[in-house]
């Protein structure tokens, strides 16, 4: 029998310095004139929007600015943009910014154009109608959000949910590295860590991993490796900016088809308990369980090393690949100058068990692992992270 695939993404992206210039052109290719734009106060702070500002004013088009978006954005966000959206009579969305941004304009044109409440659509192929025309800026090489059907919003102190539909794949994509040239390198080295994960465990997950994720994992990995500590140490470097752009936006649409699994379930606790950022979250946590997975994944990781800059077949750095990949992001971390041990970052040990209790709610997650977690391995993977 034949193999079977189902692959969803995109259907229109642009990678261009200065493509955000384009919007008016890609508003107008949409049979839009009215843009709710979705960004954050420091997005607007750093004068990211003036050009678009300044082009929508040129070419007469009136615009709506939400930019209290948060991170790690609760519900709120979502209602009061999606408000704001249906008062200014917004005919499209625009994301910009990072991942939370761009989950809320997900957000906000799948309630504002399927009239749908947000609590109806949490969990997989929820949402019922159709959503305003969405197109995604990303400002950071990082959640490859722009390239996925996947939303996430903190729904309580601790705990965040997922809204997951092809619904929310935008119309287009716009990527322009000049918008990421002002990103502090902390920034940059988080999130650029983040969308490694996303191809590290696109390729590793069981469900729904098919020869289209592992391909754009494979050329992520391989664009991101050779170019995030240039951007780190000369963030002014235009060719390294765009292909972290581009590797992440892979990252992306590889884990938008075949879903991440153990380092994101054991990092939305750290996010959702500490206000660890996203990417950090990810990183603390990515070498152990990468050595935990060793057991089941040993050769999916051995066919990810001759793609990584850093990690040579003739010249391993452990003994087996896992071990290989558990020191290569040990040592990328260290030399990008993140943070490595959840002591480092505020968290007492005696949280380790909590933490542990609430990965245990990532089923979602969980369940794409290549090797299956309980609480007693979670927590031992929190206590080597320590």
Partial sequence: MSQSISFKTVANVQLADDSVLQLPEELGRLACARPMI???KGIVGLGLLDSVFEIFDSHSIEYALYDETQADPPIKNV????????SFGADSVIGFGGGSSLDVAKLVASVVGAEQALEDMFGV???TGSRLPLIQVPTTAGTGSEATGVAIVTTGEATKAGIVSSTLLADTILLDPKLTLGLPPMVTAATGIDAMVHAVEAYTSIRLKNPISDMLALK????MSRSIRTVVSNGTDLRARSDM???AMFAGQAFANAPVGAVHALAYPLGGLFHIPHGLSNSLVLPHVIKFNGASADELYQELIPVIDGVSEEQPLGKSASESLSIYFSELAKDLGLETRLSEVGIPESALSEL???SMLQERLLINNPRSVSYEQALDIYRQAY
């Fill in 38 to 40: 979705v960004s954050d």
């Fill in 79 to 86: 209602l009061d943009a999606a408000e704001q959206a249906k």
């Fill in 125 to 127: 192929d929820q949402i």
């Fill in 220 to 223: 992520a990995l391989s664009l």
């Fill in 245 to 247: 752009l581009l590797g």
């Fill in 356 to 358: 542990a209790k609430q």
